[in-house]
């Protein structure tokens, strides 16, 4: 059975850091296309980064140097580090598969999703 389980979302201070982690179960992460996404109360679910198969990432314009994505595959987990945290990054934060090659860093294009973890407003 194929799960995604999130898990990191706290309190932080403007400027702060947060890491965020993705158990994954029932398929492995380091063959299949992973993505992190996010949304905000109000707006449309918007693609943050995703890593391939071979280790390709590919970031939203509006987190590139201040996010990096990565796994481990023996842990067979997902990570976003979140660097340099903004009040625009309020949102609920989801991890995806798209199983296969990554395609675009789009939500319809993956197709399983964990239940998300809150990334508050820094204070």
């Known amino acids: 059975q194929v799960q995604l389980q999130e898990s990191g979302g706290g309190s932080v201070q403007s400027g702060g850091s947060l890491r965020l982690s993705c158990a994954a179960s029932?398929?492995?992460?380091?063959?299949?296309?992973m993505g992190w996404f996010r949304q905000a109360p109000g707006k449309e679910r918007e693609g943050v980064a995703s890593i391939g198969r071979y280790g390709t990432t590919s970031y939203a314009e509006s987190v590139k140097g201040r996010f990096t994505v990565s796994r481990d595959n023996a842990k067979n987990t997902l990570y976003l580090q979140m660097n340099n945290l903004k009040p625009e990054d309020t949102a609920m934060y989801y991890c995806?598969?798209?199983?296969?090659?990554?395609?675009?860093?789009?939500?319809?294009?993956?197709?399983?999703w964990g239940q998300g973890t809150q990334v508050p407003s820094p204070h």
């Open positions: 029932g398929f492995p992460v380091s063959t299949n296309c």
């Open positions: 995806a598969a798209d199983f296969g090659s990554c395609t675009r860093l789009r939500r319809e294009y993956f197709e399983a």
